[in-house]
């Protein structure tokens, strides 16, 4: 009785169907990436705001000032330098009210005279902000400025607190429930809270479903992620995992433009919302994954979409694929006992945990600090997209040639070593910081990159799902902490978060090299596949392998 590798090999390992059902599936990392990034543009500052009394409203109104004019006439000046972005704002109004009765009589051309040496009292805001911008965003639409600042950053943290709420539920549904069904409710959980997130009439309803969205969001990206993986051979999982993740940057790159021809914060939220309504055609395109029905003990329903994807590749199943041996083990849930429980799925367990982590925390500090070159958001934007292209054609180069930890290592080695040479370069040399910090990126993006691919390889089909979602999981934490670490980090000394990166980033470059090696090895089925992977490997380190994982049949 065939195996499913043995089954799907004669059926077609990346035909005409798989290249249809990946090339479709990708297009989640284009609507991901909105809205992983999106923020950057539903919350950009507005160019200017201040504090608009009921005095200085009227005074504006009889006066016929223009924006300009009123900027200058009732937004009070702030004493010595400001930061850069925060300078074109005011968190205080003059009170002129305060004039009294000569209130109405304030004069067009310098309101201040009615006051001792031009000195009107100043008071906090509390309300009638006044925005002078170009597209309306969400910080114009909840006044998220001044004292209400940090609620604009609290936006970001919620969505990926959602990312680690998904990571932990979907996943744990995908491999109870299945990959499919659990991507289409994902996909249709994105639209209808991405929508109500567009019409949200407060702030706290805004974050409640912005929370969801992330939650569905986050179901999307890695159902997809898994069904690309698990319907072709093991030579091609390593292009599928490269290139899906190529598309998350296309859609790095598609954003500006996107939020460049649509001038309102809602419009933009809706245009990266709705795509996510179309993946539901995929339920006529894309069956289950076979894989996942075999090690449900569904073999009849695996041979069945077998036979459709080799009709669809030109190939024929001859009468001994009639049946597809399954695996003899009990069919049990998923939980996190089931991935430390050994000692070889603890050891990968924990360290790519540890990777996930290291990746976001070092991705996003690195992008947050760096921050856009110049003062167009959109064309500065665009360009730290097309930064991360040559980190994917790096690894389609390297990864079948030297393997998955040699690249993996290099590239947070690298990442850690720019780091802390950038932390001790010296001001005077703008560009060659510059240069050693978009090096970083370049490293810290390519081990980003591979740490899916990785992760997916390492588990068996029946934890694959869960696993990957739950040590993703600790990308979304990182997330989290990255913005806190390197702010307030920052604070002490300018260059301390990039030494923490670095440190971060060596210490989990050497870390992964304890991982086995997985290239050119069939994806393990079961617990024992993963076992007798490491074994395989203590015995064979430094020479070629040429192993079958699978010792269950599937």
């Known amino acids: 009785m065939p195996s499913f590798e043995q089954t799907l090999q004669r059926a077609g390992e990346f035909g005409r169907f798989q290249r249809r059902a990946f090339l479709l599936l990708c297009l989640t990392g284009v609507t991901f990436a909105f809205l992983f990034v999106g923020v950057v543009f539903l919350g950009s500052q507005p160019d200017r705001y201040w504090c608009r009394g009921p005095s200085a409203a009227a005074l504006a109104a009889r006066c016929a000032w223009s924006p300009e004019e009123e900027w200058n006439r009732t937004a009070p000046a702030r004493p010595g330098p400001a930061p850069a972005a925060r300078s074109l704002g005011r968190c205080q109004r003059y009170l002129l009210e305060a004039a009294g009765a000569d209130a109405g009589a304030l004069s067009c051309s310098d309101p201040l005279a009615a006051f001792p040496n031009r000195s009107a009292p100043?008071?906090?805001?509390?309300?009638?902000?006044?925005?002078?911008?170009?597209?309306?965003?969400?910080?114009s639409e909840f006044d998220l400025v001044?004292?209400?600042?940090?609620?604009?950053?609290?936006?970001?943290?919620?969505?990926?607190?959602?990312?680690?709420?998904?990571?932990?539920?979907?996943?744990?549904?995908?491999?109870?429930?299945?990959?499919?069904?659990?991507?289409?409710?994902?996909?249709?959980?994105?639209?209808?809270?991405?929508?109500?997130?567009?019409?949200?009439?407060?702030?706290?309803?805004?974050?409640?479903?912005?929370?969801?969205?992330?939650?569905?969001?986050?179901?999307?990206?890695?159902?997809?992620?898994?069904?690309?993986?698990?319907?072709?051979?093991?030579?091609?999982?390593?292009?599928?995992?490269?290139?899906?993740?190529?598309?998350?940057?296309?859609?790095?790159?598609?954003?500006?433009?996107?939020?460049?021809?649509?001038?309102?914060?809602?419009?933009?939220?809706?245009?990266?919302?709705?795509?996510?309504?179309?993946?539901?055609?995929?339920?006529w395109v894309v069956p289950e994954s076979p894989r996942w029905l075999v090690t449900r003990k569904e073999g009849d329903k695996a041979l069945q979409i077998l036979r459709r994807i080799a009709k669809c590749n030109g190939k024929y199943l001859s009468p001994n694929y009639s049946e597809i041996t399954v695996t003899d083990e009990e069919i049990s849930n998923p939980s996190f006992a089931d991935l430390v429980r050994t000692p070889q799925m603890r050891k990968c367990t924990l360290i790519l945990m540890f990777a996930w982590f290291t990746s976001?925390?070092?991705?996003?500090?690195?992008?947050?600090?760096?921050?856009m070159v110049g003062g167009n958001l959109y064309v500065d934007f665009f360009i730290s997209g097309v930064v991360e292209l040559p980190a994917a054609l790096l690894i389609l180069?390297?990864?079948?040639?030297?393997?998955?930890?040699?690249?993996?290592?290099?590239?947070?080695?690298?990442?850690?070593?720019?780091?802390?040479?950038?932390?001790?370069?010296?001001?005077?040399?703008?560009?060659?910081?510059?240069?050693?910090?978009?090096?970083?990126?370049?490293?810290?993006?390519?081990?980003?990159?591979?740490?899916?691919?990785?992760?997916?390889?390492?588990?068996?089909?029946t934890l694959r799902n869960f696993g990957v979602s739950l040590c993703s999981g600790l990308c979304d934490l990182g997330g989290i902490v990255a913005p806190f670490l390197l702010f307030r980090l920052a604070a002490l000394w300018l260059e301390l978060p990039l030494i923490i990166f670095g440190v971060l980033a060596s210490v989990c470059g050497g870390l992964v090299m304890l991982l086995p090696e997985t290239k050119g090895i069939a994806l393990p089925e079961t617990v024992d596949d993963v076992e007798k992977l490491g074994s395989s490997h203590s015995h064979q380190c430094g020479r070629k392998k040429n192993i079958q994982v699978s010792s269950s049949h599937v």
């Not at 002078?132 to 965003?137: K, W």
Request: glycine residues 10%; hydrophobic residues 55%; charged residues 10%.
């Open 397 to 461: 180069l390297t990864i079948e040639r030297l393997g998955r930890r040699l690249p993996f290592a290099a590239s947070n080695v690298v990442a850690g070593v720019a780091c802390l040479v950038t932390a001790f370069l010296p001001e005077g040399l703008p560009w060659l910081r510059t240069t050693v910090a978009t090096l970083g990126r370049l490293g810290i993006t390519m081990a980003f990159e591979i740490v899916y691919l990785v992760n997916s390889e390492l588990y068996p089909t």
């Open 146 to 283: 001044c004292v209400n600042a940090w609620m604009l950053d609290f936006t970001q943290a919620i969505l990926n607190l959602g990312f680690l709420v998904g990571a932990f539920t979907l996943g744990y549904a995908a491999d109870r429930y299945g990959r499919i069904v659990i991507y289409l409710i994902s996909c249709f959980g994105v639209g209808v809270t991405g929508v109500v997130v567009a019409f949200a009439p407060n702030f706290p309803v805004f974050v409640v479903f912005r929370f969801l969205q992330g939650v569905f969001g986050k179901g999307t990206w890695m159902a997809c992620f898994v069904i690309v993986t698990e319907i072709v051979g093991s030579k091609q999982r390593r292009i599928v995992g490269v290139v899906i993740q190529m598309f998350f940057t296309l859609g790095i790159i598609i954003l500006p433009g996107i939020a460049y021809f649509i001038p309102s914060w809602q419009g933009i939220q809706l245009a990266i919302t709705l795509p996510n309504f179309l993946f539901l055609l995929y339920y």
């Open 360 to 371: 976001a925390v070092v991705y996003q500090g690195l992008v947050m600090r760096l921050g």
């Open 122 to 139: 100043l008071v906090p805001c509390s309300g009638g902000w006044h925005y002078e911008q170009t597209h309306a965003t969400i910080v």
